[in-house]
């Protein structure tokens, strides 16, 4: 039985992600920082067949990410994928300069702490599977490469002090991730999902097609890739990208 965690799985891009592994016969644990969202979603993905439980998780308490170990552990007994999917986008509209450093630091609590939080707690569970996996939602705006290219779109963006920082620093962590586990054979690597039509975006006024199926796709892709799959990269649907 091949078991895959999900944070903020219980809508957007982890809810899509959660569907596809089921479709593909992994068994999914939603976590969610709001209970009930969580038993709603995986109610629904049991309603379509897919094996599916919730748990309680919220990436910035410490004591959350625990007891949702302990319960995979004490339900499954190891976790074969981990997927970091929980974010916050803050102010976005806000360059350094105009910077709230409470806001900022809440946006690195979930986005880069929250990732070491519930990578290092899951990593136990993580070493009884014999072909574990970590795949950590980045995003565009978290490329270096992008941002310093003035020909790029995002390169002509607002700045941002809190939300673009802390994916490049997510990116930065996934390749030291990499580095750590490879010897163990768990392969880490970082994917970029694409703008797409969210709740995490609502509000921004932008119109697009891609849907949060189209995004989740990449994270099945690598969660589920062969001991050749690559480690330490990002990647999106035409394959590694510059950061």
Not at 103 to 122: K, L, P, Q, S
Not at 135 to 148: E, I, K
Request: with cysteine; proline share 4%.
């Amino acid at each position: 039985m091949t078991i895959a965690l999900i944070t903020g799985g219980n809508r957007g891009i982890g809810r899509a992600a959660a569907e596809q592994f089921g479709r593909r016969g992994v068994t999914v644990v939603l976590g969610s920082r709001n209970p009930s969202q969580g038993e709603d979603a995986a109610a629904g993905l049991r309603a379509d067949g897919i094996d599916a439980y919730a748990v309680a998780l919220d990436v910035t308490d410490p004591a959350t990410v625990a007891a949702a170990a302990a319960r995979i552990d004490e339900q499954f007994g190891h976790l074969d994928v981990l997927v970091n999917n929980a974010g916050v986008s803050g102010a976005l509209a806000k360059g350094p300069s105009q910077a709230d450093l409470d806001d900022v630091r809440a946006v690195f609590e979930t986005n880069y702490f929250g990732v070491i939080t519930v990578t290092n707690t899951m990593l136990p569970l993580l070493r009884r599977s014999s072909a574990a996996r970590i795949v950590n939602v980045s995003s565009r705006v978290g490329s270096l490469t992008r941002m310093t290219d003035l020909t790029d779109y995002f390169a002509r963006g607002p700045a941002s002090a809190g939300y673009a920082p802390s994916k490049t620093a997510l990116n930065m962590l996934t390749v030291q991730y990499a580095k750590e586990l490879l010897p163990e054979g768990i392969l880490v690597n970082a994917i970029n999902p694409g703008a797409c039509s969210t709740d995490f975006i609502a509000g921004m006024g932008l119109t697009l097609t891609r849907t949060a199926h189209d995004g989740a796709k990449i994270i099945v892709e690598l969660a589920t890739a062969g001991r050749d799959c690559p480690s330490g990269g990002v990647f999106d649907d035409n394959g590694r990208v510059p950061w």
